[in-house]
């Protein structure tokens, strides 16, 4: 990072609040901001009204200010508004959300007291008109075509139908990505590829997801009866149709070799799965520390089928020594091997055979941990991370220095 004479004011655009991060979302969020607090004065911009009090937030990034929240709300989506989605890339507000006019006014007024605009998401910038932002960085998190690709490969004739309109869509805004923002960010080489492929060539920078590091090095403790275990918000359709999915495809195999085994699921709205009956299943809801629930599991699952950029729950399997089972798709980004830092299966039946394995043999799925997390500490703690953020706003103020 390179020493400025001056701070630099960072205008930071974010729809949601990681006041108590719970999913991976709101994790990332939280730290870049205490990323971008260390080389400059950052002024927070919340779309929508926060869901808690100033001192919730100020508590846990005590360096940034909070601006003012911005009222955003619904656009009509008819068949005029969809069809002119489908074939006009440039078209406004994509997910149907628009800030209020009042709104985009105000923050067009101010741009010119800030040296960086820095949009969290996508679907953040794109809730203001389809317009070029100068010195701008957009982290777009999860690429949505990248969605896309995998529904096209597990859906229904019908939703196969729907992703592939999607994903028609989607690349054409993708290539517009250029044009609008001084700086992209991703999370991951994947994805980054994806954008020269298809023809963005402005500045691209990889900032991976990660977990915190902690404070001292875990100390597993599998017990017995033996335990498989899911962490996510279930009010997130990949993770429910994931863990569904284990269920109904992966479930019965494990039971049948280890028939005395649970499945532990935290997270929020855990508790509202009806397609879970079986006895041998816990459902815990939202942890507030999950770490010590974590430590009694002989594996982590990841059975996720659909997604977009990278998972944070993989960054903290590692982070807690946890031996993980997952998808390609699930352990996107993280360069992961089958059987060295984690078990990798696509298809039921060596899914669960993974799930077996980590129990028949705590001593190889232990090793496998261990090495995941040496990784974790070389790469995914949020401490070796930051340099990549702080390199993502360096290159758009230096950009945009040379330009004036």
């Known amino acids: 990072m ?41 002024d927070v911009v919340m779309l929508g009204e926060p869901d808690a009090g100033l001192d919730a937030i100020f508590k846990v990034c005590r360096d940034v200010r909070f601006a003012y929240p911005l009222e955003i709300c619904s656009r009509p989506n008819g068949l005029c508004a969809r069809l002119k989605w489908t074939f006009d890339a440039s078209t406004h507000y994509p997910d149907g959300r628009k800030v209020v006019d009042g709104g985009v006014h105000h923050i067009t007024r101010i741009l010119r007291e800030f040296d ?13 008109p389809n317009m070029a932002w100068p010195r701008s960085v957009m982290d777009i998190d999860d690429v949505p075509s990248t969605y896309e690709r995998a529904a096209l490969r597990i859906g229904g004739p019908s939703e196969r139908l729907l992703a592939l309109r999607r994903l028609f869509v989607w690349r054409r805004r993708e290539r517009l990505l250029g044009h609008r923002f001084s700086v992209l960010t991703v999370c991951s ?51 429910r ?11 019965p195999w494990v039971k049948r070799e280890v028939p ?34 974590i430590k009694s599991w002989y594996a982590m699952i990841v059975p996720i089928r659909l997604g977009a950029g990278t998972r944070v729950k993989i960054a903290h399997g590692f982070s807690e020594k946890c031996p993980i089972v997952s ?31 980590t129990i028949d043999q705590p001593e190889e799925a232990a090793q496998v941990a261990e090495r995941a997390w040496i990784e974790f500490l070389n790469k995914w703690t949020w401490d070796s991370i930051r340099p990549r953020i702080w390199a993502a706003a360096e290159d758009c103020l230096r950009l945009n220095a040379c330009r004036q």
């Not at 960086?116 to 203001?128: L, P, V, Y």
């Not at 492929?197 to 590091?213: L, Q």
């Not at 996107?332 to 799930?355: E, H, I, T, W």
């Open 327 to 357: 998808t390609t798709i699930g352990a996107r980004g993280y360069n992961a091997v089958d059987g060295r830092q984690m078990y990798l299966a696509n298809s039921a039946k060596p899914f669960a055979q993974a799930c077996v394995r």
């Open 260 to 293: 005395q085994a649970r499945l532990r699921l935290i997270g929020q709205d855990s508790n509202k799965l009806p397609e879970v009956r079986d006895p041998d299943v816990d459902r815990l809801g939202a942890l507030s520390d999950p770490a010590e629930e």
């Open 2 to 42: 390179s020493t400025r004479s001056t701070s630099p004011r960072i205008l930071y655009i974010s729809e949601g609040w990681a006041y108590n991060p719970v999913f991976g979302s709101q994790v990332r969020c939280l730290n870049m901001l205490r990323a971008l607090a260390e080389i400059g004065t950052v």
């Open 241 to 251: 149709e994931g863990v569904i999915w284990f269920l109904k495809e992966c479930w």
């Open 116 to 128: 960086c605009i820095w949009f969290f998401k996508q679907r953040c910038a794109d809730m203001f």
């Open 189 to 239: 080489e994947e994805d980054k590829e994806y954008l020269r492929r298809i023809g963005v060539h402005t500045r691209v920078h990889v900032i991976p997801n990660g977990y915190e590091k902690p404070p001292s090095e875990p100390l597993r403790n599998p017990v017995a009866p033996p335990r498989i275990g899911f962490i996510g918000n279930f009010g997130y359709f990949p993770n």
